[in-house]
């Protein structure tokens, strides 16, 4: 143990040594997922975000113009947060000669790799000290909810590694005043900003540090218009993308993606998530059991300590108050959605860090064990998402020989109508189709009306917009006959899905 004990101590004291070590474990547990379609948890989202790069491939390469599946008769457009996450994956997808859906995942996990250095060299930074920069890499490398999304189609992955790569650099030039890592700062923080705009929480502490800056008269002229620059342009550019993609949601009438806020007002319901998130997600999800105890002595350790004497305290404090605002902001997507917590991560994670490295020394076995049990849990709560995580997708979407085999009946640029499918968007990226959606039972004949007053059947209504093919569940055709008389040749019988040829019947 005792040589354990050494060796991990070399490690720690050392960057170079620090980074073999974490990449090494980093690419070895997730290698083996890069090649996986997605599925598990928050599948919709990472067929929506594959979609959008796909499409960016396949139909046009304007990053004004993303484009989704589910579009009914429309070229698709719509807007979403700054699809920076997608257009990577679709200029590597050209360069390499065509989309392959496993580029997602190797982009999402070199994304979060450099999100892993930012981290380290922020806590490093920070405190003078090798051995905590180790501690809160290793601690948030092994976050579960970190672990499972750090290889999806997420753009959340990118804004979370280019906030925390913002906050680096701009600590650094406020200390250093090097003028590259102002324009690193800028860089990082309008990206972060601009995939989500959420991350641009960190801007309190960037505030409150100008503030007491200027307080103290510490920067010259040049400096000032520097900051101001910094500033202006990452926050009014992010605003003015999301102006605009408010604009292209309102032009189009696609909502595949939400930017609004959703505040809760039952009191019942506001408390049943807040436990929820305090008690269930933060030790079993976000921190993993194993960096627990570390969490609450890094609290601990930051009440008792002088670290309240620190210029930057009051900083962290604005800071915090800021993500607890966001928090109530957007707390309907707190209780399904806890990649919504990502911007709490970097706080939390340092807490981990510093309680870590206050029981190292007294508790180095125990901490040790803590360590090396990080990664297990960490598989032990994901895995199945991974390795099961198609079980509720029909089974023509989990076989590579039935996906090509619908894929090669539809002609490219048909319009297809797709269902039962709640997220509208699933059934189309797995089918390689684009069109119509329909989510529940019979909607494909209920009576819709138009525009112009007119009142039709759904599925008629989508014939005559163009739609000339349907994948549909077995059990909607076999509950509603009715629908034979809008069916042509049947292209595919499966053991879950079926593919017609659609016809008018008048």
């Not at 590579?400 to 619908?406: G, L």
Request: proline share 3%; net charge positive.
């Amino acid at each position: 143990m005792s040589k354990i004990i050494l060796f991990f101590n070399k490690v720690i004291q050392s960057r170079q040594k620090t980074f073999l070590f974490v990449s090494f474990f980093y690419i070895l547990s997730h290698v083996f997922f890069l090649n996986l379609p997605p599925q598990g948890a928050h599948v919709w989202r990472q067929c929506n975000t594959s979609a959008v790069a796909r499409n960016f491939v396949e139909e046009d390469m304007n990053v004004f113009c993303p484009r989704v599946d589910s579009r009914g008769d429309t070229e698709g457009v719509t807007g979403m947060q700054f699809p920076s996450f997608e257009i990577s994956v679709a200029l590597i997808s050209k360069a390499l000669g065509g989309y392959h859906e496993s580029i997602n995942r190797i982009v999402s996990f070199l994304f979060f790799g450099l999100g892993l250095y930012f981290f380290y060299e922020l806590l490093v930074f920070l405190s003078n000290s090798k051995r905590i920069g180790f501690f809160g890499v290793w601690a948030f490398m092994w976050s579960p909810v970190l672990y499972y999304h750090s290889t999806n189609a997420l753009p959340d992955i990118l804004a979370l590694s280019a906030s925390i790569g913002g906050l680096l650099y701009f600590l650094k030039w406020n200390t250093l005043r090097s003028n590259k890592y102002i324009f690193l700062a800028l860089f990082f923080t309008t990206l972060a900003g601009l995939t989500k705009l959420q991350y641009l929480s960190f801007g309190a502490l960037v505030l409150v540090t100008v503030i007491q800056g200027l307080m103290s008269k510490s920067y010259s002229i040049k400096e000032m218009i520097m900051i101001f620059l910094y500033g202006g342009i990452s926050f009014f550019t992010s605003v003015a993308w999301y102006v605009y993609a408010d604009y292209l949601i309102e032009t189009s009438g696609l909502h595949d993606f939400g930017l609004i806020l959703r505040p809760l007002t039952d009191v019942k319901e506001i408390v049943t998530i807040v436990l929820t998130n305090l008690f269930v997600d933060l030790p079993e999800y976000i921190l993993g059991f194993t960096s627990v105890v570390p969490f609450v002595f890094g609290f601990v350790y930051l009440v008792k300590s002088r670290l309240r004497q620190s210029s930057l305290f009051i900083g962290f404090l604005v800071w915090v108050l800021g993500l607890i605002v966001y928090y109530i902001l957007e707390l309907e997507e707190m209780k399904s959605h806890t990649y919504y917590l990502f911007p709490t991560f970097i706080i939390l994670f340092m807490l981990v860090a510093v309680g870590l490295n206050s029981l190292w020394d007294k508790y180095t076995k125990w901490m040790m064990l803590l360590m090396v049990l990080m990664p297990f849990l960490a598989f032990a709560r994901v895995h199945h998402h991974w390795l099961s995580g198609g079980s509720n997708l029909p089974s023509e979407f989990t076989a590579k020989e039935s996906r090509t085999k619908i894929d090669n009946l539809i002609p490219k640029g048909s319009i297809t109508i797709v269902g039962i499918d709640g997220s509208r968007c699933v059934y189309h990226y797995y089918a390689h189709t684009k069109g119509f959606s329909f989510t529940r039972k019979g909607e494909l004949l209920e009576v819709i009306t138009n525009e112009n007053g007119k009142s039709k059947i759904r599925i008629e209504s989508y014939i005559n917009r163009g739609a000339e093919y349907l994948i549909v569940d077995n059990k909607e055709i076999e509950d509603f006959p009715e629908l034979w008389i809008y069916l042509s040749e049947e292209k595919y019988i499966g053991k879950t899905l079926r593919l017609f040829k659609l016809k008018n019947p008048l």
